[in-house]
């Protein structure tokens, strides 16, 4: 089955921890993203890539940092500087231009 | 900067309604233009892609209409059932973005039996 898989579904950290979001992809897509949905707020890019060992800031990066060391993987790290991690975090992958893929979504919760 | 809007927010028919959910957006220049399903707790469904080159996109009782000229697209739903409650997103890619999406804030809606 070719998908998008994240995990895990929920995360729960204490304040002051950093925590890595997983992303896994098999479609062969070389861009990958990651969005931030918060209630009431839509979904929002936090980072993109394009290719393998490149990546771009989106529209809300500050608090947060990514890598793409394989084309399959791109895993999001929330730091400790990141203000208001609690949300449900969504990673996509698409071909460029093309209809994007999303995964199942990593509800993380701070306190 | 790209904004889009959906309307209306919410959105509640009986069973076997037709209905229609708009989404504007405020910079003609996108690339292509996606309408997902979400359902509560879960990931993005996509469920029709439109090309900036044509105007409408249709899957089963789902049509979609895009009017890059005037920033608006529509989903068309037709005969209505109660599984297709969930909340639907729209969401634009612009023409220098690489696919990067701007989403609206969803429209919920809930059809009832």
């Known amino acids: 089955d070719g998908g998008i898989t994240q995990s895990p579904k929920y995360l729960f950290r204490k304040e002051g921890q950093n925590v890595t979001l997983s992303c896994e992809q098999n479609l062969n897509h070389d861009a990958m993203y990651w969005y931030r949905q918060d209630p009431g707020q839509g979904l929002r890019l936090i980072y993109y890539s394009q290719i393998v060992n490149d990546f771009q800031k989106g529209d809300i990066a500050e608090g947060y940092s990514v890598s793409r060391e394989k084309k399959e993987s791109f895993p999001l790290t929330v730091t400790s500087a990141q203000k208001n991690p609690t949300a449900f975090y969504l990673c996509a992958s698409s071909d460029p231009y093309h209809e994007q893929y999303f995964g199942p979504g990593t509800r993380l919760t701070v306190t | ?113």
Not at chain 2, 38 to 61: A, H, N, V, W, Y
Not at chain 2, 96 to 112: A, D, E, M, P, R
């Open chain 2, 1 to 113: 900067k790209q904004e889009v809007t959906q309307i209306p927010a919410a959105l509640s028919v009986p069973e076997g309604e037709n209905l229609v959910l708009n989404c504007s957006f405020t910079d003609s220049a996108i690339y292509n233009l996606q309408w997902f399903r979400q359902d509560p707790g879960k990931g993005l469904t996509s469920l029709l892609l439109i090309q900036s080159s044509q105007r409408e996109q249709t899957s089963g009782r789902l049509n979609a209409s895009l009017d890059k000229s005037s920033g608006r697209s529509t989903l068309y739903i037709a005969a209505s059932q109660p599984g297709d409650s969930a909340t639907y997103l729209c969401a634009v890619a612009g023409g220098t973005s690489y696919g990067k999406l701007t989403f609206g804030q969803g429209t919920i809606l809930t059809v009832h039996p």
